[in-house]
């Protein structure tokens, strides 16, 4: 059975940092790409991360420089290191592998 479950979402104040993670079980982890999406209230889902299995990594344009995403291939756990945040990047966040999605945790950013 594949599980993901994202923790580490919170309310936090602009310039502030937060490092959601997602633990994985089954074979998922081991899949070529897995990334990171948020959806903002009244908007569509949309990509913020994604990192192959050797390292690579992509980002939307509006977090780049700002948030990096890593892999710890032992503990079959993805991370989202999020830095300076500003209030545009609220939303419930995401993680993925293939076509199987996490449940969704809450990021606020406001003062």
Known sequence: QVRLVESGGGLVQP???LRPSCE???SVFSVLTLGWYRQAPGKQ???VA???RGGGTTYAASVKGRFTISRNNAQSTLYL??????PEDTGVYYCRAQ????QGIQVTVSS
């Open 99 to 102: 076509v199987h999605w996490g």
């Open 24 to 26: 994985m079980s089954g």
């Open 50 to 52: 994604t990192i192959t």
């Open 45 to 47: 889902r949309e990509m």
């Open 81 to 86: 290191q999020m830095n300076d945040l500003i």
């Open 15 to 17: 310039g502030e940092s």
